[in-house]
């Protein structure tokens, strides 16, 4: 038949193959009225633990439903689940929704990597716990993070941790241009700023392993029991926090542990996603030319970004923080 009598064509044209191919294939899903919502607050070995949202004292193991395939879960994911979700001993309930993620934290193994991880969905903030030594600070790790956050829309907060064996105030100005939030706690000092920021927040914790993390942690929710770790005599930390897990905090809140680890690798974070969150230079990348990489002279000399500043519009230390950043992402932290 030619393609202009295609036209001419109905339904009673259709031939329908007899048989056992008849009945037409329904590709609609089950709705799941009777789903409850939940937060995730664990992985492991392909069950997860969730958080009834209408009672988070009841916590229930759930393993993903067939009907979703592949899709990622993981912690501080918002979910639905169906099933049993008594949280008796020996249950087991079924995700059958993931909710559309407020915000993420990824990383990549380094920067060649082209494989990106989710390390935690839905978080309001994230605290970069430092330690000021034993073992040392390292900005280039802290820069990182600070990119990571702001690709993925949550909110950095410094945390400075050990305060009683060195001096805060260097470290701190190194980020002034930032307006970047701060906290400094000491081992022989409870953490009561600290515990006042994250109330009522979901708040993800990342660091090096050994900057007393867990630690701070373990004080924040008395009832974790989770392990400290001894810095070794190099300076490194041996990890003590092995998958993420979310806490609930006395005062309302949750606190999501990462695991230590040793690089951020920011394969997937563009140049582009790190001046978004400078809204003062945003509109002015838009004139730059394509390619752009925004480090100013000598590596971008036709950058649009200086003249933002040049024409009062913006403080260059804060153009030299965001360049300061756009410099870590393309760099390998170590």
Request: net charge negative; with cysteine; hydrophobic share 40%.
């Amino acid at each position: 038949m030619a393609r202009s009598d295609w036209r001419r064509l109905d339904e009673s044209d259709v031939r329908v193959r007899p048989g056992k191919g008849t009945r037409p294939r329904s590709k609609r899903r089950p709705e799941h009225a009777d789903a409850v919502t939940a937060m995730v607050i664990g992985k492991d070995r392909g069950r997860w633990t969730c958080a009834i949202d209408a009672d988070p004292d009841r916590v229930i193991t759930a393993m993903r439903a067939r009907e979703m395939g592949r899709v990622s879960v993981v912690v501080g994911d918002r979910v639905a689940v169906v099933g049993d979700v008594s949280g008796r001993p020996d249950t087991l309930a079924r995700i059958v929704r993931v909710d559309e993620r407020t915000s993420v934290l990824r990383r990549t193994a380094d920067d060649t990597d082209p494989y990106e991880r989710v390390v935690v969905a839905n978080a309001e903030q994230l605290l970069i716990v430092t330690a000021l030594a034993d073992p040392p600070p390292r900005a280039g790790f802290i820069d990182r993070c600070l990119v990571a956050c702001y690709a993925g829309g949550v909110e950095p907060v410094l945390c400075l941790t050990k305060a009683d064996l060195a001096d805060p105030a260097d470290l701190l100005d190194g980020y002034a241009g930032l307006d970047l939030p701060a906290l400094v706690t000491r081992y022989d000092e409870e953490p009561a700023g600290l515990a006042e920021r994250l109330k009522g927040r979901v708040t993800a914790l990342v660091g090096h392993s050994g900057v007393g993390k867990s630690t701070l942690v373990n004080r924040l929710v008395p009832e974790a029991g989770l392990a400290t770790g001894v810095v070794s005599a190099v300076g490194k930390g041996r990890h003590t926090s092995v998958a993420a897990v979310a806490l609930p905090l006395p005062d309302g809140g949750w606190v999501i542990d990462t695991p230590g680890v040793r690089s951020f690798g920011l394969a997937h974070v563009t140049a582009d996603d790190i001046v978004l969150a400078f809204e003062e230079f945003a509109e002015a990348a838009e004139e730059c030319p394509s390619g752009c990489g925004h480090l100013g002279a000598p590596e971008d000399p036709d950058c649009a970004l200086d003249a933002v500043v040049t024409d009062g519009e913006a403080r260059p230390d804060r153009l030299l923080s965001l360049r300061r950043l756009l410099a870590s992402r393309s760099g390998v932290e170590s």
